[in-house]
């Protein structure tokens, strides 16, 4: 069935494959897969009296399975309470980082770009706009990268290319001489500039002409543009796709309760048969109020769908979605098999798959933030970055960056009396530094700047040590 529906959306020769596969993935994460069916459920005859096949009918039930995949894992990335630290061992990095951070709404930005890129990828676009910084997600579909011969993990230029209709072009203030025609769009990133390009009609080919009042030269020295791979795997250009393995379980699904839902509502209205021959090529209508003359010798029934086909059909989806979520390590878990509280060592035993999922999307989504944090760090040595109102003071381009990821699920009162005995008796046996202690409790305990915190605590011990003497 998935070889159906991607038969039956259009190829343009002038994109390349990938990004046809790029557009039927995002279909199904945006639950628009079935729309190129020209049937609905209940067409059972077409305009000629043809019978119309299920495979080109549109589901009347449809199970967001991918959607639910991603959302679950990315709740375990980016979602409340997860989202990782900016940390560095240079201070004036650290804060003006954090503060950055929230003002730019980077939590809200890279949880945009891991729901665009489970697809396969995603970009995400670095611009100073009168000294602020601003992030914005890009789609990949229409975006080709193209790396540093002598860097192949360094960005050379990234090419955006797609078509667009005149009448789109002329809204966007283009002054177009055919407003009913297809024109080409091109912009182009590198180190120096932002070139836009005039828009070429399709039969003229790739635009070659800048349109210099459009284009931009940034002079950051570097593509301002962080290219994130989905998960391992893939080619040079996108990696896999998170529900992938999913999708032909998932439209089964679909057409399973649909046809379940189906056998319900005949089975609310039954259609009544009648033996007798006067009318044998009546049209079959289904419903009592129809009768359907077929037979003869004066018998009459009621045709309907028992109720142990429906309760089959739930039992046969039910395990249809264990084995999709199985397939791409999804959440299985049930909150109806929970009969207690569970801590949060147990919550990750029971959601391991999950985790296994949310973990490869940390390395590959972690790795694009941090690249952005450098872009910060890099960019305020070029020009007087604000935030908070004040201007930026520049940071130091050798500092350290890393990321501090929060535990997968917040602990109880029980594992935190735990941590805090084992931090105790690890420091107190020189094992272990109150510096390293306090990091691995700030993100339970919500603190935010960990040498203010160790500040505090030396001022507090201080008068303690004074009373007791």
């Not at 130091?396 to 929060?406: G, H, K, S």
């Not at 201080?462 to 003497?469: C, G, I």
């Amino acid at each position: 069935m998935f070889d159906t529906i991607a038969s039956l959306i259009p190829r343009d020769a002038d994109y390349p494959e990938r990004a046809r596969r790029l557009d039927l993935l995002t279909r199904f994460l945006q639950g628009r897969q079935y729309d190129v069916l020209p049937y609905e459920f209940h067409d059972e005859r077409g305009a000629g009296g043809e019978y119309v096949p299920l495979r080109r009918r549109r589901p009347s039930v449809r199970y967001p399975l991918a959607r639910i995949v991603v959302d679950d894992s990315l709740s375990l990335v980016f979602g409340e309470g997860h989202f990782p630290t900016l940390d560095s061992d240079d201070g004036a990095t650290r804060t003006a980082l954090a503060d950055i951070a929230r003002e730019s709404g980077l939590n809200r930005v890279m949880a945009e770009a891991a729901l665009r890129g489970s697809v396969g990828s995603v970009a995400v676009l670095f611009r100073v706009l009168s000294g602020r910084v601003f992030f914005q997600v890009l789609q990949s579909l229409y975006l080709t990268p193209r790396w540093q011969p002598g860097a192949p993990d360094r960005l050379a230029e990234v090419v955006e290319c797609y078509k667009v209709p005149g009448r789109d072009l002329i809204a966007r203030g283009y002054e177009i001489a055919e407003p009913g025609a297809d024109y080409w769009f091109q912009r182009v990133w590198d180190a120096e500039r932002e070139t836009w390009f005039v828009p070429t009609p399709v039969v003229s080919g790739l635009p070659r002409e800048i349109d210099e009042a459009r284009s931009v030269r940034h002079g950051l020295g570097f593509v301002p543009l962080v290219w994130i791979k989905n998960l391992p795997g893939g080619d040079d250009i996108d990696g896999e796709c998170t529900f992938r393995p999913a999708l032909e379980t998932s439209i089964e699904i679909d057409y399973q309760l649909s046809q379940a839902g189906r056998g319900l509502k005949y089975s609310s209205d039954p259609t009544l048969l009648i033996r007798e021959p006067a009318a044998a090529d009546s049209e079959i209508v289904r419903g009592a109020g129809n009768a359907l003359v077929v037979g003869e010798k004066g018998d009459a029934k009621l045709l309907e769908i028992g109720g142990t086909a429906a309760g089959a059909v739930i039992d046969y989806v039910r395990f249809l979605r264990e084995l999709a979520l199985e397939g791409v390590h999804g959440n299985r878990a049930s909150a109806d098999r929970l009969s207690a509280p569970q801590s949060g060592r147990a919550l990750e035993l029971m959601n391991q798959g999950l985790i296994w999922l949310a973990d490869n999307l940390r390395l590959s989504y972690g790795d694009g933030l941090l690249e952005l944090a450098r872009m910060v760090v890099r960019a305020s040595n070029r020009y007087p970055l604000r935030v908070r109102g004040e201007v930026l003071a520049p940071l130091d381009p050798a500092a350290r960056i890393v990321l501090r990821w929060p535990d997968w699920y917040p602990p109880d009162a029980q594992d935190r009396a735990q941590d805090a005995a084992t931090l105790q008796t690890l420091t107190a046996a020189g094992l272990l530094s109150c510096e390293s202690a306090v990091k691995a409790l700030a993100p339970i305990y919500d603190i935010g700047d960990v040498p203010a915190e160790l500040a505090r605590i030396a001022g507090e011990a201080v008068p303690a040590e004074k009373a007791k003497a």
